[in-house]
């Protein structure tokens, strides 16, 4: 017998589900609801907080504060290079580490609206060190840090040197700010059409499966991938090297990229904490349980379009065939 439990349902075989199905941002969608946009856009949680307005705010802390001059930087130097480094380690650290420590190693929320049955795996041979959480941990910080940093090296050298188009927030003020709203949904268009390329058998066999060794997610799995991958997903970033920007929309563009992968994949359905923290995707939760649904993220539609998006409601496979 299937449970209520929280406000959602807990089937027999004990995987949690909202009471709701998955639902796409009001933006996009047919017909129109310009209430629903307003509340979406101004509403907590919503489009602009707490994340978006939060990763603005790191941003402008990370270019003003914690970054390297542009007279250091226009020269390659191990110095700032390595600061660089153990800055985004630390933002890391602080992110998905953070969830992890609330949510599975001191489990302050329990089980309550979590969608797996299991907790993370400490013991499987399928992953490095036979540990999930080792494992998750290993591929962020090596490969995930480094071609992370790597990106933002590469930005700040060439941007200290001219070499790609500035955006005077004095002289384009208008176009200084839409970038800012415009950089989420090139994020979701990117990762959709990056992701669905990954898929493709012979990628998904020599490279994307890393990722999917994680059915049940935890917050350092968000960026637990094959090296290529992570050059892949961030590669998001290069636009910046071509479309006229400021730093502060790179490093939006950029933390928003590394960082939020935690929340998505955290295994939880938020807002939790008696709706103070908005975190979790049942959308991205339901592409690492079924594998073949719901390739982007919840605000541009590519998914619907597509014919890829399920809404988490009934039988997978039999809404599939009913589908098709
Ligand atoms: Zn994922
Ligand atoms: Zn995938």
């Known amino acids: 017998m299937a449970n209520q439990t929280e406000f959602g349902i807990r089937d027999e075989k004990g995987h949690w589900r909202p009471p709701y199905p998955v639902r796409y941002a009001p933006l996009l969608t047919w017909p129109i609801?310009?209430?629903?946009?307003?509340?979406?856009?101004?509403?907590?949680?919503?489009?602009?907080?707490?994340?978006?307005?939060?990763?603005?705010?790191?941003?402008?802390?990370?270019?003003?504060?914690?970054?390297?001059s542009p007279a250091q930087t226009a020269q390659l130097h191990f110095g700032w290079i390595a600061l660089m480094f153990l800055r985004n380690m630390v933002l890391l650290w602080l992110i998905a580490g953070g969830h992890h420590l609330v949510f599975y190693t001191l489990k302050l929320h329990?089980?309550?609206?979590?969608?797996?049955?299991?907790?993370?795996?400490?013991?499987?041979?399928?992953?490095?060190?036979?540990?999930?959480?080792?494992?998750?941990?290993?591929?962020t910080c090596l490969s995930g840090c480094t071609i992370w940093t790597a990106y933002e090296v590469l930005y700040v050298w060439g941007a200290a040197n001219g070499w790609f188009p500035y955006l005077d927030p004095v002289r384009n003020p208008v176009w200084f700010a839409a970038l800012f709203l415009l950089t989420p949904l090139w994020r979701e268009t990117h990762f959709y059409f990056v992701?669905?390329?990954?898929?493709?058998?012979?990628?998904?066999?020599?490279i994307h499966r890393i990722h999917h060794l994680n059915p049940n997610p935890g917050p350092w799995s968000g960026m637990a991938m094959h090296p290529v991958e992570?050059?892949?997903?961030?590669?998001?970033?290069?636009?910046?090297?071509?479309?006229?920007?400021?730093?502060?929309?790179?490093?939006?563009?950029?933390?928003?990229?590394?960082?939020?992968?935690?929340f998505g994949h955290v295994g939880f359905e938020g807002p939790v904490f008696g709706g103070k923290l908005a975190t979790g995707s049942y959308f991205h939760y339901l592409h690492h349980r079924f594998v073949s649904c719901n390739y982007g993220e919840a605000t541009v539609p590519l998914d619907l379009w597509f014919g890829s998006f399920f809404d988490g409601e009934g039988a997978y496979r039999t809404r599939k065939k009913a589908a098709g």
């Open 230 to 262: 992570h050059l892949l997903y961030l590669s998001v970033v290069a636009i910046h090297f071509l479309v006229p920007s400021h730093p502060l929309h790179f490093f939006f563009n950029s933390q928003l990229t590394a960082l939020t992968p935690a």
């Open 110 to 139: 329990g089980d309550r609206r979590k969608y797996h049955p299991l907790w993370l795996s400490p013991d499987n041979k399928k992953f490095l060190f036979g540990h999930q959480t080792y494992d998750n941990v290993f591929r």
């Open 33 to 68: 609801r310009p209430l629903a946009f307003l509340k979406w856009l101004f509403g907590y949680p919503g489009f602009l907080w707490p994340i978006n307005l939060f990763f603005f705010g790191l941003a402008c802390l990370t270019w003003y504060v914690l970054q390297p």
């Open 195 to 206: 992701h669905r390329l990954l898929h493709w058998r012979p990628l998904m066999h020599a």
